[in-house]
């Protein structure tokens, strides 16, 4: 894989919200998939950050960092999962408590 999937994937666990809208443009032009700058890049980096958040090695406001840096990554890829002709493979609901506030994902 493109080193710049590995820039990505360390973009996302240091919360390099500067550089990855760059990078992530970067890996389109070379040609690269959003599903492989996802699956490679975006999860594998904030997979990292879960397990160093596990083990005492960063706190909450370094994962929301990461998250919004992610979420930067996300809102380029949209246009093209829209047009992407990827079938649904399953449906996932995700919420929270009422009136419990999170940030994170």
Do not use: C, W
């Amino acid at each position: 894989m493109s080193d710049i999937v590995s820039k990505i994937s360390r973009a996302i666990t240091e919360g390099d919200l500067g550089g990855i809208a760059g990078l992530t443009e970067a890996a389109l032009a070379e040609g690269l998939s959003t599903s492989a700058i996802l699956d490679a890049g975006l999860m594998p980096g904030m997979s990292r950050l879960g397990v160093q958040f596990k083990n005492h090695g960063v706190v909450i406001p370094e994962v929301l960092l990461s998250a919004r840096t992610m979420r930067v990554s996300a809102a380029i890829h949209e246009p093209y999962l829209a047009s992407s002709q990827m079938k649904m493979v399953d449906r996932a609901v995700i919420g929270t408590v009422g009136g419990d506030l999170h940030d994170v994902g």
